[in-house]
Nanobody, 125 residues
């Protein structure tokens, strides 16, 4: 099972940017569909963005479309999330997740095979 480790979270003012990274332990990183989820206090974990196994397709939650960009570097076994125009409602713990093969329904976070430990993103107004 792949091990995942997020980094890059922090405190930023509204309108600012952050770039999250998720380092994977396996050299077979390319076979995983990768996704970002987030969880705010008192709320359920929600889908943010995902990228398919071979960089063919990206998907975004409506709330982040046009502001966030997901990408991956399979040579470095790393997933990224560039977050621009951050707003206070983006405040949450952000998790990366991996699934071997396709991910049929991103709203179902239980389909993940592996999770990172999470990184806190706080956006002040």
């Amino acid at each position: 099972q792949v091990q995942l480790a997020e980094s890059g979270g922090g405190l930023v003012q509204a309108g600012g940017s952050l770039r999250l990274s998720c380092a994977a332990s396996e050299h077979t990183f390319g076979r995983y569909t990768m996704a970002w989820f987030r969880q705010a206090p008192g709320k359920e974990r929600e889908f943010v963005a995902a990228i398919s196994q071979f960089n063919i397709r990206t998907d975004y939650a409506h709330s982040v479309k046009g502001r966030f960009t997901v990408s991956r570097d399979n040579a470095k076994n790393t997933l990224y999330l560039q977050m621009n125009s951050l707003q206070p409602e983006d405040t949450a713990v952000y998790y990366c997740a991996a699934r071997v093969g396709p991910w049929a329904d991103y709203s179902d976070h239980t389909l993940a095979d592996s999770w990172g430990q999470g990184t806190q993103v706080t956006v002040s107004s």
